[in-house]
């Protein structure tokens, strides 16, 4: 994992009490925020702007209660979050020394060095939401990229990760086994990229479950594929390459893979380096006892697989094996180019 500005987290508010202290639009907004995270906000202001007072009549989710006084440090306390909107460095220092002394987690607007954490950009397919931040250095960048998020994004998303949400705990009593479970979500994630703007229905999920049912055993079984990261540049990994990391349980690679083709990995899969003039029996072992053990294993090497004694090693053994070539730099060189500088699809 290379270097984070910032931890992503995501809030857990529904039914928890929110302070924000400040009567302008910017508080507002993150009263607004709040609401619709289902948090029960109480905000105190003495002169509340009529955007906080609209938001107090017809408030997104959560309810809004506007105090029309000051903070004090006692209306802070058992808060899971707290917000203020400060004029002065004064204020600022002020605020966030109750909250940090409530133990309470902290934000003041527009004034990084006071606060705990940040908000960023937001794309709200909900439950699914996708949070950008650039670390206060360039809001607008953040902005720019939430724009472009909005427009590829399906809002059809939004009933597919509902569906997700309802259909999890079926999937767990559904009797699958865990690499039963994972192939679920696979199939799922497949046929709602397929048809992100249908509402998906409990007939897809009975089918699901019944297909996935099916191929339970092969579910359990190990697989190997073969992945060749071509030139190096992440952005020419082919799409089943990708497919491949985000799918695997342990990848395999040598030292000729760059750091950011490894972060197509999912999180959880374990990455072992095996370089790229080692033992080739020892390696060929690996590879074939950590498939027969049930993982779905991925060597992943520079340039192109080729069908070696790995990929022999497996057949003797009866290991499923695949190959997947990357692109090759003359390949790349004779692509057709996209105006914005990308290989053409």
């Given at each position: 994992?290379?270097?984070?500005?910032?931890?992503?987290?995501?809030?857990?508010?529904?039914?928890?009490?929110?302070?924000?202290?400040?009567?302008?639009?910017?508080?507002?907004?993150?009263?607004?925020?709040?609401?619709?995270?289902?948090?029960?906000?109480?905000?105190?202001?003495?002169?509340?702007?009529?955007?906080?007072?609209?938001?107090?009549?017809?408030?997104?989710?959560?309810?809004?209660?506007?105090?029309?006084?000051?903070?004090?440090?006692?209306?802070?306390?058992?808060?899971?979050?707290?917000?203020?909107?400060?004029?002065?460095?004064?204020?600022?220092?002020?605020?966030?020394?109750?909250?940090?002394?409530?133990?309470?987690?902290?934000?003041?607007?527009?004034?990084?060095?006071?606060?705990?954490?940040?908000?960023?950009?937001?794309?709200?397919?909900?439950?699914?939401?996708?949070?950008?931040?650039?670390?206060?250095?360039?809001?607008?960048?953040?902005?720019?990229?939430?724009?472009?998020?909005?427009?590829?994004?399906?809002?059809?998303?939004?009933?597919?990760?509902?569906?997700?949400?309802?259909?999890?705990?079926?999937?767990?009593?559904?009797?699958?086994?865990?690499?039963?479970?994972?192939?679920?979500?696979?199939?799922?994630?497949?046929?709602?990229?397929?048809?992100?703007?249908?509402?998906p229905e409990q007939s897809d999920y009975d089918r699901l479950v019944a297909e996935t049912a099916a191929e339970a055993a092969a579910a359990e079984q190990g697989s190997v594929t073969l992945v060749g990261a071509g030139p190096g540049?992440?952005?020419?990994?082919?799409?089943?390459?990708?497919?491949?990391?985000?799918?695997?349980?342990?990848?395999?690679?040598?030292?000729?893979?760059?750091?950011?083709?490894?972060?197509?990995?999912?999180?959880?899969?374990?990455?072992?380096?095996?370089?790229?003039?080692?033992?080739?029996?020892?390696?060929?072992?690996?590879?074939?006892?950590?498939?027969?053990?049930?993982?779905?294993?991925?060597?992943?090497?520079?340039?192109?697989?080729?069908?070696?004694?790995?990929?022999?090693?497996?057949r003797k053994a009866g290991v499923a094996v695949e190959a997947v070539p990357g692109i090759t730099t003359a390949q790349r060189a004779v692509a057709p180019v996209s105006h914005d500088g990308r290989l053409a699809s």
């Amino acid at each position: 994992m290379a270097k984070l500005a910032r931890l992503p987290l995501f809030f857990a508010l529904e039914g928890r009490r929110a302070v924000v202290a400040g009567d302008t639009p910017a508080a507002a907004w993150k009263v607004e925020l709040l609401s619709a995270a289902g948090a029960e906000v109480e905000v105190y202001a003495s002169e509340p702007c009529e955007e906080l007072l609209a938001l107090a009549a017809d408030p997104p989710r959560g309810s809004i209660f506007i105090h029309g006084r000051a903070w004090h440090a006692e209306d802070i306390r058992d808060a899971a979050i707290a917000i203020g909107a400060c004029d002065s460095e004064e204020d600022a220092l002020h605020f966030s020394a109750a909250a940090r002394a409530a133990c309470v987690p902290v934000n003041v607007i527009d004034k990084p060095k006071y606060c705990d954490f940040a908000f960023g950009a937001i794309v709200n397919r909900s439950p699914l939401v996708i949070g950008i931040s650039t670390d206060g250095a360039a809001p607008v960048f953040a902005q720019a990229i939430r724009a472009k998020l909005e427009m590829m994004i399906p809002r059809g998303f939004t009933e597919w990760a509902d569906a997700a949400r309802r259909w999890r705990r079926q999937v767990q009593i559904s009797g699958l086994s865990f690499n039963g479970r994972r192939r679920f979500w696979q199939v799922f994630t497949a046929l709602a990229m397929k048809h992100p703007n249908r509402a998906p229905e409990q007939s897809d999920y009975d089918r699901l479950v019944a297909e996935t049912a099916a191929e339970a055993a092969a579910a359990e079984q190990g697989s190997v594929t073969l992945v060749g990261a071509g030139p190096g540049d992440p952005e020419l990994l082919t799409l089943r390459a990708i497919r491949a990391l985000q799918s695997a349980d342990v990848i395999l690679y040598d030292d000729l893979v760059s750091p950011e083709i490894l972060e197509f990995a999912r999180r959880e899969a374990k990455k072992m380096l095996v370089g790229n003039t080692g033992n080739r029996d020892e390696i060929n072992s690996l590879i074939v006892g950590l498939a027969k053990a049930g993982r779905r294993v991925v060597r992943l090497r520079g340039g192109n697989p080729a069908v070696d004694e790995e990929t022999a090693a497996c057949r003797k053994a009866g290991v499923a094996v695949e190959a997947v070539p990357g692109i090759t730099t003359a390949q790349r060189a004779v692509a057709p180019v996209s105006h914005d500088g990308r290989l053409a699809s």
